[in-house]
């Protein structure tokens, strides 16, 4: 496996090199690059499901799921291009989400049940 933020360093860099645009452009067209991707995954979707009906079966949910990590992609990408600490923001957001999410997960299954003898939690 590749080492992946390094694949993504060396993608902001190409993409950084090969434009004259003005930083707040690239920018700005690279996060629009998001939502153009999440439309592909949506057309794939429908075309895994059968739903247009000029297409039919025109996707497999093989082919959604190489859409979802284009979306997860051009995401890193864009934070990279954002911030060159992009690996060091991604980490302290997922540690963010995992306190605020999973830590409830972590306790005790009856940590949080009230004594019936005494009134109290735990």
């Known amino acids: 496996m590749t080492d992946t933020w390094k694949t993504i360093s060396r993608l902001a860099e190409f993409l950084e090199d090969h434009s004259t645009l003005p930083r707040e452009q690239r920018v700005l067209l690279q ?3 998001i939502q153009e991707e999440a439309g592909e995954v949506a057309e ?3 075309g895994a499901m059968g739903q247009n009906p000029r297409k039919g079966h025109s996707h497999t ?3 959604v799921k190489a859409e979802i990590c284009d979306v997860i992609v051009t995401g890193m990408v864009a934070l990279a291009r954002m911030d060159p600490d992009a690996q060091a923001v991604f980490a302290r957001h997922m540690d963010r989400i995992a306190s605020r999410d ?20 735990g």
């Open 31 to 33: 996060l629009l690059k």
């Open 44 to 46: 794939a979707v429908i």
């Open 102 to 121: 999973l830590a409830a997960q972590c306790e005790p299954a009856d940590a949080g049940a009230v004594n019936t003898a005494t009134g109290q939690r």
């Open 61 to 63: 949910w093989d082919d």
